[in-house]
């Protein structure tokens, strides 16, 4: 269980998220929100990517008290994720396996399911943003998660990548992994509940 | 014209004199620090007299001043391959004339510490009489300016093709990338000629404090030389936290241990160093030396960057701290205290570093 207990974040003197207590069972969750609202900056805090005051445990794994530990238990993709140009996709994948201590079969298996293989050797400064936002999804499944933060992951993929990510997400989620994502889009996913939340005036609301 | 003059400054002179105000404030120390202050007139009359003089001296001197338009033209390229810089592409809407003078202004700004120079050399030269010698310098300069700024211009009118332009190619690697390595590709990638210029200067400042002789064997003027050296390398500290905090964000998010990130640092530092460390060795310093001053030179370099996680990451701090740091370590250098210095900075660095590294968030 994900648990968020006096959570405040702001940036200069601009209050962003004030959220006294809130709790992420098993499950999909969708966080809604309009622009600006702070779910990009939810998902940041989750993932331990920016700093804050409270505290943020899985299950009783401390995000400030165990670092290393909590990372491990969380993966997060940025809407726009931005990366070395000068990299290979083939490089960032290694360097996220062996972090991550995935397994190289299940890794290969990413790589084909998101078809990627093709370009995965060139430079990510080739790459299309599809490209790049493929690749990041390959990176956000490597290891062994147990919540899986997505920050807008129907965005710039083609809709043939649509089924795939969806098909991961059921294949995933049955092996017991949580997930967190915003979306401006609703995500079709049959045969399992999508809890939806929203981010307004400064807390998160269960819808 | 008055605000694409603003512009151009902000987005490419500005950045120039802050990537570069290590390296300039090296070469000013060099012509007006190295010599005593009832000495720099005679001393640079000579210097000047030698230019004009000599055809040799002055091609010399030619092509140093090339190399460091060079360094800005590297510099420009690399910043309008940049996603935040598209905006550039505006710039080829205006007529040909309105981009060529605010283009040509901004130009003259970044030389201008090279132009100001040649000024007292065509003074000096027209009135020694030395005309031929003035004119290969007015023609070099002007030439110089215009090959500038029309190569700056294509590369803004090209913007839309998405073609990244790169004075130097680029370093291909072919084998895997491990993570010390994509600070070292950066590098090689986007600054190559900031990277050549700075390893020339402190090769340059190595083999000459080496020259200073003395009867018995003394580490004390390698170490100051490298001192200078390490100095040279600050613009590289900077690029690297910069790096961090633009495309390699998503390492923070990853299941390493703060005793491996800092480990990573120190790897990188000491494959950076690569080169001045072999120099140092082939100078016969012995290897117990050799081993300090290694663990001094990576420290010094991981201790600032450290550093870097505390506040804003602005190059004014950085350039004032560099410089802080510089003289506390020439005096400790002088004292042969640099092993505790090495200690000092390794425990400080980590301390540090353990404490900021989750606390830092970049604000715009």
Not at chain 2, 350 to 361: A, G, L
Request: proline share 3%.
């Amino acid at each position: 269980m994900l648990s968020i207990k006096n959570v405040r974040k702001e940036y200069g003197d601009h209050l962003i998220l004030d959220i006294h207590h809130l709790q992420f069972e098993n499950g999909l969750f969708w966080i809604k929100g309009a622009n600006g609202s702070g779910k990009s900056t939810l998902l940041k805090i989750i993932s331990g990517m920016i700093p804050f005051e409270g505290d943020v445990t899985i299950d009783g794994v401390g995000l400030k008290k165990q670092p290393t530990d909590y990372r491990r238990l969380v993966n997060y993709v940025e809407a726009e994720p931005l990366f070395p140009t000068y990299l290979t996709g083939n490089d960032l994948i290694l360097f996220f396996s062996s972090t991550r201590k995935a397994k190289k079969e299940e890794v290969e298996a990413l790589i084909q399911k998101f078809n990627i293989e093709p370009f995965i050797k060139n430079p990510i400064g080739t790459y299309s943003s599809g490209m790049v936002k493929k690749l990041s999804l390959v990176l956000a499944f490597i290891g062994k998660p147990k919540y899986i933060l997505l920050d807008e992951p129907l965005v710039t993929i083609d809709k043939e990548s649509v089924p795939i990510l969806y098909d991961l997400v059921k294949l995933y989620f049955n092996r017991g992994v949580n997930f967190i994502f915003t979306s401006h889009q609703a995500f079709e996913l049959a045969d399992i509940a999508v809890k939806e939340l929203e981010v307004k005036d400064h807390t998160v609301w269960v819808l | 014209m008055g605000a694409v003059v603003r512009v151009l400054n902000k987005v490419l002179v500005k950045k120039f004199y802050e990537r570069n105000v290590g390296l300039l404030f090296f070469v000013f120390f060099l012509m007006f620090g190295v010599v005593e202050s009832n000495q720099l007139i005679n001393y640079h009359r000579s210097l000047i007299y030698g230019i004009l003089t000599s055809p040799v001296f002055l091609a010399g001197v030619m092509g140093v001043w090339l190399l460091y338009s060079g360094k800005y033209l590297q510099l420009v390229l690399s910043e309008l391959a940049e996603p935040h810089n598209q905006f550039l592409k505006d710039y080829s809407r205006l007529t040909k004339r309105q981009q060529f003078w605010p283009m040509l202004l901004s130009i003259v700004m970044v030389d201008q510490p090279v132009l100001l120079y040649s000024i007292f050399i065509v003074g000096v030269g027209a009135f020694s009489q030395q005309y031929v010698a003035v004119f290969f310098i007015l023609v070099f300069h002007s030439v110089k300016l215009m090959t500038c700024t029309w190569i700056v211009l294509s590369r803004i009118n090209s913007l839309h093709e998405r073609r990244a332009t790169k004075l130097l190619p680029a370093i291909q690697w072919p084998w895997r990338r491990y993570f010390p390595f994509f600070y070292l590709g950066h590098f090689t990638n986007h600054l190559p000629l900031a990277l050549l210029f700075t390893k020339i200067f402190s090769f340059f400042a190595i083999i000459g404090f080496m020259q200073i002789t003395t009867d018995h064997y003394e580490i004390r003027t390698a170490l100051m030389g490298l001192l200078f050296g390490l100095m040279a390398h600050s613009v590289f500290i900077f690029e690297s936290r910069r790096l961090e905090e633009t495309y390699l964000t998503f390492v923070r998010g990853l299941p390493i241990s703060m005793i491996k990130r800092f480990l990573f640092l120190g790897l990188f530092y000491g494959v950076l160093l690569i080169p001045e460390l072999v120099l140092l060795a082939i100078n016969h310093i012995v290897w117990f030396d050799l081993l300090i001053i290694t663990l001094f030179a990576v420290f010094y370099l991981v201790y600032q960057h450290t550093r870097l996680f505390r506040g804003s990451l602005t190059i004014d701090a950085h350039t004032t701290f560099t410089f802080g740091l510089f003289l506390i370590s020439f005096m400790l250098v002088l004292f042969k205290l640099y092993w505790l210095e090495a200690i000092a900075l390794s425990a400080l660095g980590f301390y540090q570093y353990k404490r900021d590294y989750y606390n830092f968030e970049a604000t715009a």
